[in-house]
């Protein structure tokens, strides 16, 4: 399983505005239960810091949309490489520019995992 599929169907486990980083078939950090994405982006970061992961090459799942392209640019700044989300957002096409200028793959499944 690549590491996009495989942090889309962990993600699937976590509640409440989820962002998990995850790489070579392993979860490195996992940030939940805020108000904001970009929060929850960089808690997940701190966490996989903490646990002496190097987030560098890693993939991102968010289980909803990025409301704005902050989460997109904390997860680049920390060298994440490719972002999986539902999409949705009435600013996408912001957050796609955001994944584009830093060079990230960004996929869009359609499908909102966010639950309380």
Do not use: C, Y
Request: proline share 2%; glycine share 12%.
């Amino acid at each position: 399983m690549d590491d996009l599929s495989f942090a889309w169907a962990a993600i699937f486990s976590v509640k409440s505005n989820a962002i998990l980083i995850a790489r070579d078939g392993g979860v490195l950090g996992i940030g939940a239960g805020q108000m904001s994405r970009v929060d929850s982006s960089k808690i997940a970061v701190r966490k996989a810091d903490e646990a002496g992961f190097d987030v560098t090459g890693s993939v991102l799942a968010s289980d909803a949309f990025f409301p704005f392209r902050d989460g997109v640019d904390a997860a680049a700044e920390a060298g994440v490489k490719a972002v999986i989300q539902p999409g949705g957002s009435i600013r996408d096409e912001e957050v796609i520019n955001a994944a584009d200028e830093h060079g990230l793959t960004m996929v869009f499944t359609g499908r909102r995992l966010f639950r309380h």
